[in-house]
Protein backbone atom coordinates (compact mmCIF):
# COMPACT_ATOMS: atom_id res chain seq x y z
CA UNK A 1 0.00 0.00 0.00
CA UNK A 2 1.46 3.73 -1.22
CA UNK A 3 1.45 5.80 1.96
CA UNK A 4 -0.11 9.07 1.29
CA UNK A 5 1.92 11.83 0.90
CA UNK A 6 1.87 15.66 2.84
CA UNK A 7 0.47 16.94 -0.24
CA UNK A 8 -2.25 13.75 -0.34
CA UNK A 9 -3.43 14.28 3.32
CA UNK A 10 -3.99 17.93 2.42
CA UNK A 11 -5.83 17.68 -0.62
CA UNK A 12 -8.06 15.13 0.91
CA UNK A 13 -8.64 17.36 3.86
CA UNK A 14 -9.64 20.04 1.33
CA UNK A 15 -11.89 18.19 -0.88
CA UNK A 16 -13.80 16.71 2.59
CA UNK A 17 -14.06 19.99 4.03
CA UNK A 18 -15.23 20.93 0.63
CA UNK A 19 -18.06 18.33 0.61
CA UNK A 20 -19.04 18.91 3.88
CA UNK A 21 -20.19 22.82 2.91
CA UNK A 22 -21.76 21.66 -0.33
CA UNK A 23 -24.40 19.94 1.74
CA UNK A 24 -25.15 22.66 4.17
CA UNK A 25 -26.12 24.79 1.13
CA UNK A 26 -29.84 22.68 1.35
CA UNK A 27 -29.70 23.43 5.25
CA UNK A 28 -29.93 27.29 4.54
CA UNK A 29 -34.28 27.33 4.71
CA UNK A 30 -37.05 28.10 6.78
CA UNK A 31 -35.31 27.92 10.27
CA UNK A 32 -32.51 30.01 8.65
CA UNK A 33 -35.03 32.61 7.61
CA UNK A 34 -37.12 32.31 10.69
CA UNK A 35 -32.99 33.33 12.75
CA UNK A 36 -32.68 35.74 11.07
CA UNK A 37 -35.92 37.83 11.36
CA UNK A 38 -35.66 36.95 15.47
CA UNK A 39 -32.32 38.56 15.18
CA UNK A 40 -33.15 41.82 13.53
CA UNK A 41 -36.08 41.95 15.61
CA UNK A 42 -34.18 41.79 18.99
CA UNK A 43 -33.55 45.00 20.87
CA UNK A 44 -30.61 44.32 22.52
CA UNK A 45 -27.26 42.43 21.09
CA UNK A 46 -26.26 39.34 20.26
CA UNK A 47 -24.56 36.65 22.35
CA UNK A 48 -22.59 34.00 21.15
CA UNK A 49 -21.50 31.16 23.26
CA UNK A 50 -19.71 27.68 22.76
CA UNK A 51 -17.21 25.71 24.32
CA UNK A 52 -13.85 24.49 23.00
CA UNK A 53 -13.45 25.33 19.18
CA UNK A 54 -17.15 25.83 18.72
CA UNK A 55 -16.30 29.00 20.90
CA UNK A 56 -13.09 29.48 19.18
CA UNK A 57 -15.21 30.04 15.88
CA UNK A 58 -18.32 31.60 17.85
CA UNK A 59 -15.75 34.15 18.49
CA UNK A 60 -15.16 34.71 14.97
CA UNK A 61 -18.88 34.48 14.21
CA UNK A 62 -19.57 37.18 16.95
CA UNK A 63 -16.88 39.46 15.52
CA UNK A 64 -18.35 39.31 11.89
CA UNK A 65 -21.53 39.81 13.60
CA UNK A 66 -20.40 42.99 14.96
CA UNK A 67 -18.36 44.36 12.00
CA UNK A 68 -21.59 43.90 9.88
CA UNK A 69 -24.33 45.89 11.39
CA UNK A 70 -25.25 43.46 14.36
CA UNK A 71 -23.91 44.50 17.81
CA UNK A 72 -22.71 41.22 19.00
CA UNK A 73 -20.14 39.76 21.39
CA UNK A 74 -19.00 36.69 22.51
CA UNK A 75 -19.20 35.39 26.27
CA UNK A 76 -17.49 32.07 27.36
CA UNK A 77 -20.13 29.64 28.85
CA UNK A 78 -17.74 28.80 31.79
CA UNK A 79 -17.38 32.17 32.85
CA UNK A 80 -20.64 32.95 32.46
CA UNK A 81 -21.52 30.74 35.26
CA UNK A 82 -18.93 32.25 37.44
CA UNK A 83 -19.98 36.23 36.86
CA UNK A 84 -20.29 36.83 33.18
CA UNK A 85 -24.18 36.18 32.99
CA UNK A 86 -24.36 39.94 33.96
CA UNK A 87 -23.42 41.10 31.03
CA UNK A 88 -26.38 39.74 29.13
CA UNK A 89 -29.70 41.69 29.42
CA UNK A 90 -33.20 40.44 28.62
CA UNK A 91 -33.24 42.17 25.71
CA UNK A 92 -30.53 40.32 24.47
CA UNK A 93 -30.15 37.06 21.78
CA UNK A 94 -28.01 34.17 22.27
CA UNK A 95 -26.55 32.01 19.67
CA UNK A 96 -25.33 28.62 21.28
CA UNK A 97 -22.82 26.92 19.60
CA UNK A 98 -22.06 22.95 20.17
CA UNK A 99 -21.75 20.26 17.66
CA UNK A 100 -23.10 17.75 20.01
CA UNK A 101 -25.30 19.49 21.77
CA UNK A 102 -24.52 18.58 25.38
CA UNK A 103 -21.99 20.77 26.23
CA UNK A 104 -22.75 20.98 29.93
CA UNK A 105 -21.26 24.44 30.32
CA UNK A 106 -24.12 25.69 27.84
CA UNK A 107 -26.97 23.51 29.37
CA UNK A 108 -26.14 24.51 32.77
CA UNK A 109 -27.03 28.73 31.37
CA UNK A 110 -30.44 27.41 29.46
CA UNK A 111 -32.93 27.64 32.59
CA UNK A 112 -30.98 30.76 33.21
CA UNK A 113 -31.76 31.58 29.36
CA UNK A 114 -35.87 30.80 29.81
CA UNK A 115 -36.12 32.47 33.24
CA UNK A 116 -34.97 35.99 31.56
CA UNK A 117 -37.37 35.17 28.17
CA UNK A 118 -33.99 35.24 26.19
CA UNK A 119 -34.65 33.66 22.96
CA UNK A 120 -31.89 31.12 21.99
CA UNK A 121 -30.80 30.17 18.57
CA UNK A 122 -28.78 27.07 18.99
CA UNK A 123 -25.83 25.75 16.32
CA UNK A 124 -25.58 21.89 16.37
CA UNK A 125 -25.03 18.67 15.06
CA UNK A 126 -28.06 16.90 16.46
CA UNK A 127 -31.42 18.23 16.05
CA UNK A 128 -32.26 15.90 19.02
CA UNK A 129 -30.05 17.14 21.45
CA UNK A 130 -30.72 18.66 24.54
CA UNK A 131 -29.46 22.20 23.09
CA UNK A 132 -31.22 21.94 20.21
CA UNK A 133 -34.49 21.12 21.50
CA UNK A 134 -33.95 23.65 24.40
CA UNK A 135 -33.57 26.33 21.25
CA UNK A 136 -36.62 28.08 19.41
CA UNK A 137 -34.21 27.29 16.09
CA UNK A 138 -31.57 25.32 15.71
CA UNK A 139 -29.67 25.49 12.96
CA UNK A 140 -28.05 22.40 11.59
CA UNK A 141 -24.33 22.15 11.33
CA UNK A 142 -24.07 18.69 11.09
CA UNK A 143 -21.56 16.74 9.10
CA UNK A 144 -21.26 12.92 7.59
CA UNK A 145 -17.28 12.86 8.67
CA UNK A 146 -14.50 15.11 10.19
CA UNK A 147 -11.79 15.55 7.90
CA UNK A 148 -9.52 13.97 10.71
CA UNK A 149 -8.61 10.83 9.96
CA UNK A 150 -9.69 9.61 13.46
CA UNK A 151 -12.80 11.41 12.71
CA UNK A 152 -12.45 13.31 16.28
CA UNK A 153 -10.61 16.46 15.99
CA UNK A 154 -13.54 19.30 14.89
CA UNK A 155 -12.24 20.07 11.42
CA UNK A 156 -15.02 19.71 9.03
CA UNK A 157 -17.62 20.86 11.71
CA UNK A 158 -16.10 23.22 12.66
CA UNK A 159 -15.40 25.34 8.94
CA UNK A 160 -19.28 24.05 8.65
CA UNK A 161 -20.02 26.18 11.31
CA UNK A 162 -18.04 28.82 10.51
CA UNK A 163 -19.84 29.05 7.08
CA UNK A 164 -23.01 28.92 8.40
CA UNK A 165 -22.13 32.24 10.93
CA UNK A 166 -20.94 33.89 7.86
CA UNK A 167 -23.81 32.94 5.67
CA UNK A 168 -26.37 34.52 8.95
CA UNK A 169 -24.03 37.91 8.93
CA UNK A 170 -24.14 38.27 5.56
CA UNK A 171 -28.02 37.84 4.80
CA UNK A 172 -28.30 40.11 7.93
CA UNK A 173 -25.74 42.65 6.57
CA UNK A 174 -27.97 42.71 3.57
CA UNK A 175 -31.51 42.97 5.66
CA UNK A 176 -30.24 45.64 7.02
CA UNK A 177 -29.22 47.84 4.14
CA UNK A 178 -25.73 47.56 5.50
CA UNK A 179 -22.76 49.69 3.49
CA UNK A 180 -19.31 50.07 3.04
CA UNK A 181 -19.55 53.22 4.47
CA UNK A 182 -21.10 51.66 7.73
CA UNK A 183 -18.42 49.25 7.66
CA UNK A 184 -15.61 51.76 7.44
CA UNK A 185 -17.11 53.15 10.46
CA UNK A 186 -16.19 50.07 12.67
CA UNK A 187 -13.03 49.50 10.59
CA UNK A 188 -11.64 53.54 11.25
CA UNK A 189 -7.88 52.01 11.61
CA UNK A 190 -8.27 50.04 8.16
CA UNK A 191 -7.41 50.48 4.78
CA UNK A 192 -10.67 50.92 3.67
CA UNK A 193 -12.01 52.85 6.67
CA UNK A 194 -9.72 55.51 5.88
CA UNK A 195 -10.88 55.65 2.52
CA UNK A 196 -14.23 55.52 3.18
CA UNK A 197 -14.02 57.71 5.92
CA UNK A 198 -10.73 60.28 5.90
CA UNK A 199 -11.44 63.62 4.01
CA UNK A 200 -8.89 66.65 2.78
CA UNK A 201 -9.85 68.70 5.36
CA UNK A 202 -8.63 66.12 7.89
CA UNK A 203 -5.19 65.71 6.31
CA UNK A 204 -4.52 69.10 4.17
CA UNK A 205 -1.63 71.68 5.15
CA UNK A 206 -3.52 75.15 6.26
CA UNK A 207 -3.14 78.05 8.31
CA UNK A 208 0.95 79.37 8.45
CA UNK A 209 1.90 76.02 7.11
CA UNK A 210 0.46 77.27 3.19
CA UNK A 211 3.07 79.03 1.04
CA UNK A 212 1.20 82.16 -0.10
CA UNK A 213 2.17 85.10 -2.65
CA UNK A 214 0.99 87.98 -4.69
CA UNK A 215 0.88 88.42 -8.17
CA UNK A 216 3.44 91.24 -8.22
CA UNK A 217 5.95 89.09 -5.83
CA UNK A 218 9.21 88.31 -7.99
CA UNK A 219 10.08 84.99 -8.99
CA UNK A 220 12.85 84.77 -6.73
CA UNK A 221 11.17 85.64 -3.59
CA UNK A 222 8.61 82.98 -4.53
CA UNK A 223 10.94 80.53 -5.04
CA UNK A 224 11.85 80.71 -0.98
CA UNK A 225 8.38 80.53 -0.28
CA UNK A 226 8.09 77.40 -1.75
CA UNK A 227 11.30 76.06 -0.41
CA UNK A 228 10.79 76.51 3.16
CA UNK A 229 6.91 75.17 3.34
CA UNK A 230 8.55 72.56 1.33
CA UNK A 231 5.79 71.20 -1.04
CA UNK A 232 7.00 71.85 -4.29
CA UNK A 233 3.74 75.13 -4.63
CA UNK A 234 2.99 78.17 -4.00
CA UNK A 235 -0.60 79.63 -3.99
CA UNK A 236 -1.19 83.22 -5.62
CA UNK A 237 -3.19 85.70 -4.11
CA UNK A 238 -4.40 89.06 -5.83
CA UNK A 239 -4.65 91.83 -4.12
CA UNK A 240 -7.88 91.31 -2.35
CA UNK A 241 -6.63 88.24 -1.13
CA UNK A 242 -8.52 86.04 -3.64
CA UNK A 243 -7.35 83.10 -5.19
CA UNK A 244 -5.33 83.96 -8.04
CA UNK A 245 -3.63 80.71 -9.28
CA UNK A 246 -0.30 78.64 -8.52
CA UNK A 247 3.12 78.49 -9.16
CA UNK A 248 4.84 74.36 -9.50
CA UNK A 249 8.32 73.10 -10.15
CA UNK A 250 6.82 72.30 -13.36
CA UNK A 251 6.29 75.81 -14.08
CA UNK A 252 9.64 76.55 -13.40
CA UNK A 253 11.19 74.13 -15.68
CA UNK A 254 8.58 75.30 -18.31
CA UNK A 255 9.10 78.83 -18.08
CA UNK A 256 13.10 77.64 -18.12
CA UNK A 257 12.52 75.71 -21.63
CA UNK A 258 10.60 79.24 -22.71
CA UNK A 259 13.70 81.22 -21.72
CA UNK A 260 11.34 83.72 -19.53
CA UNK A 261 13.68 86.19 -18.23
CA UNK A 262 13.37 85.06 -14.82
CA UNK A 263 15.37 87.89 -12.66
CA UNK A 264 12.22 90.17 -13.87
CA UNK A 265 9.73 87.77 -13.83
CA UNK A 266 6.81 87.95 -11.36
CA UNK A 267 3.88 85.60 -10.54
CA UNK A 268 1.66 87.19 -12.50
CA UNK A 269 3.78 86.57 -15.44
CA UNK A 270 4.44 82.64 -14.71
CA UNK A 271 2.11 81.65 -12.44
CA UNK A 272 -1.13 79.06 -13.54
CA UNK A 273 -3.69 80.75 -13.62
CA UNK A 274 -6.98 79.39 -12.31
CA UNK A 275 -5.87 75.87 -11.03
CA UNK A 276 -7.79 73.30 -10.25
CA UNK A 277 -9.05 73.32 -7.30
CA UNK A 278 -11.01 70.60 -4.25
CA UNK A 279 -13.41 70.94 -1.53
CA UNK A 280 -11.93 70.20 2.11
CA UNK A 281 -15.33 67.66 2.77
CA UNK A 282 -14.14 66.00 -0.55
CA UNK A 283 -12.77 62.19 0.81
CA UNK A 284 -8.89 62.05 0.38
CA UNK A 285 -9.59 58.97 -1.68
CA UNK A 286 -11.30 60.97 -4.39
CA UNK A 287 -8.76 63.82 -4.11
CA UNK A 288 -5.74 61.11 -4.68
CA UNK A 289 -7.71 59.74 -8.02
CA UNK A 290 -7.92 63.32 -9.53
CA UNK A 291 -4.23 63.71 -8.51
CA UNK A 292 -3.40 60.35 -10.16
CA UNK A 293 -5.55 61.74 -13.87
CA UNK A 294 -3.96 65.08 -13.86
CA UNK A 295 -0.19 63.75 -13.02
CA UNK A 296 -0.07 66.36 -10.17
CA UNK A 297 1.33 65.88 -6.42
CA UNK A 298 -0.15 68.86 -5.44
CA UNK A 299 -3.84 70.35 -4.81
CA UNK A 300 -5.36 73.37 -3.93
CA UNK A 301 -8.17 73.08 -1.24
CA UNK A 302 -10.80 75.67 -1.88
CA UNK A 303 -14.29 76.70 -0.01
CA UNK A 304 -16.95 77.11 -1.69
CA UNK A 305 -16.54 81.03 -2.49
CA UNK A 306 -13.25 79.86 -3.83
CA UNK A 307 -11.12 81.37 -0.79
CA UNK A 308 -7.71 79.48 -0.81
CA UNK A 309 -8.11 76.70 2.57
CA UNK A 310 -5.52 74.41 2.52
CA UNK A 311 -2.98 72.13 0.18
CA UNK A 312 -2.86 68.72 0.08
CA UNK A 313 -0.26 67.07 -1.18
CA UNK A 314 0.88 63.42 -2.00
CA UNK A 315 3.06 62.83 0.55
CA UNK A 316 0.07 63.52 2.43
CA UNK A 317 -2.11 60.97 1.49
CA UNK A 318 0.45 58.21 1.68
CA UNK A 319 1.02 59.16 4.95
CA UNK A 320 -2.12 58.54 6.23
CA UNK A 321 -2.52 55.39 4.71
CA UNK A 322 -4.96 56.11 1.99
CA UNK A 323 -4.02 54.15 -0.96
Do not use: W
Not at 129 to 151: G, H, M, Q
Not at 218 to 226: N, T
Not at 288 to 316: F, N, P, Q, R, Y
Amino acid sequence: MTELTHIDVGKRTVRMEYDAIKLLEDRIDDDFAKACELILAVQGRVIVTGMGKSGHIGRKIAATLASTGTPAFFVHPGEASHGDLGMITEKDLVIAISNSGKSTEIQALLPLFKRMAIPVISMTGSAESPLAKAALINLDIAVETEACPLDLAPTSSTTVTLVMGDALAVALLEARGFTAEDFAFSHPGGALGRKLLLKVEDIMHKGSSIPVVNLQTPLSQALVEMTQKGLGITTVEDDNGELAGVFTDGDLRRHVDLKTDLSTATMANVMTANPKTVAPNLLAAQALKLMEEKKITAVIVADESHKLVGILHLHDILRAGVF
